[in-house]
């Protein structure tokens, strides 16, 4: 690894100023890494792009294989991915392959997932939301 080297005229290494204040890069927390579908978008891609006459029914079950454990293992990103980045073409895709027992398998995992919505935001102390939290209601 080659670092650059701040030097001086003399080729002296320069100082930092100890009263410096940090940067806004410095001072900025590092964001949480977020999930990289690269891969999986090219296999769902070249996968799915296959003529229904070459596609093989050993590399379906493969196919189904896989996305059934990505599915079972982060399945709330997993379809948040399917469904929000990719548009839902993944369902486009399985409709044309349906003639294939595993992509068809696939996809009646994918339309029985049971999608939970993001938590409301709370609402302020003095509202009341259910009617039996009102005090003398008769």
Same mark, same amino acid.
């Given at each position: 690894?080659?670092? !650059?080297?701040?030097?001086?005229?003399?080729?002296?290494? +320069?100082?930092?100023?100890?009263?410096?204040?940090?940067?806004?890069?410095?001072?900025?927390?590092? !964001?949480?890494?977020?999930?990289?579908?690269?891969?999986?978008?090219?296999?769902?891609?070249?996968?799915?792009?296959?003529?229904?006459?070459?596609?093989?029914?050993?590399?379906?079950?493969?196919?189904?294989?896989?996305?059934?454990?990505?599915?079972?293992?982060? +399945?709330?990103?997993?379809?948040?991915?399917?469904?929000?980045?990719?548009?839902?073409?993944?369902?486009?895709?399985?409709?044309?392959?349906?003639?294939?027992?595993?992509?068809?398998?696939?996809?009646?995992?994918?339309?029985?997932?049971?999608?939970?919505?993001?938590?409301?935001?709370?609402? +302020?102390?003095?509202? +009341?939301?259910?009617?039996?939290?009102?005090?003398?209601?008769?």
């Amino acid at each position: 690894m080659v670092e !650059e080297l701040d030097l001086d005229e003399d080729g002296a290494p +320069k100082l930092q100023e100890p009263d410096a204040e940090p940067t806004a890069e410095e001072t900025k927390e590092p !964001e949480p890494p977020k999930q990289d579908y690269t891969l999986v978008d090219n296999l769902i891609d070249n996968f799915l792009a296959t003529d229904d006459n070459e596609m093989l029914p050993v590399l379906c079950g493969y196919f189904n294989k896989i996305m059934g454990f990505l599915l079972s293992k982060e +399945k709330q990103k997993f379809c948040e991915h399917l469904l929000l980045t990719r548009e839902g073409d993944i369902f486009d895709g399985l409709m044309k392959h349906m003639s294939h027992h595993s992509l068809a398998l696939f996809l009646i995992e994918l339309l029985q997932v049971q999608i939970k919505p993001e938590a409301a935001p709370s609402k +302020k102390a003095g509202v +009341k939301t259910n009617m039996y939290e009102w005090e003398n209601s008769d």
